[in-house]
């Protein structure tokens, strides 16, 4: 079992910075592939970046590649999203997510554990 919990989130104006951070409790960090999500109200719950496990290998979304960076720290058992050059289409509640299988997969299926979510809120 993998606690995750966002955090970070907030108000920010258009063309600014946020970083959120993702703690896990649990089992061993290093194993699971993380992941970022996220949900705008009426809208599904889309992919932004994921990590890889051991080579760390990143990916992202088209829409925040360029502007989002993930990362980890697996001595912190953290996951971070560093978010840049924000717009109001990045409005969302922003969702941490494992999965304890190696492979990067893009669908919330995919993920055994999620984290409360954390809203980010950007004013034009």
């Known amino acids: 079992q993998v606690q995750l919990v966002e955090s970070g989130g907030g108000l920010v104006q258009a063309g600014g910075s946020l970083r959120l951070s993702c703690a896990a409790s649990g089992r061993t960090f290093s194993n699971y592939v993380m992941s970022w999500f996220r949900q705008a109200p009426g809208k599904e719950r889309d992919f932004v970046a994921a990590?890889?496990?051991?080579?760390?290998?990143?990916y992202y979304a088209d829409s925040v590649k360029g502007r989002f960076t993930i990362s980890r720290d697996n001595a912190k058992n953290t996951v971070y999203l560093q978010m840049n050059t924000l717009g109001p289409e990045d409005t969302a509640v922003y969702y941490c997510a494992a999965r304890d299988k190696a492979g990067i997969v893009y669908t919330t299926r995919g993920y055994d554990y999620w984290g409360q979510g954390t809203q980010v809120t950007v004013s034009s």
């Open positions: 990590i890889g496990r051991s080579t760390g290998s990143t």
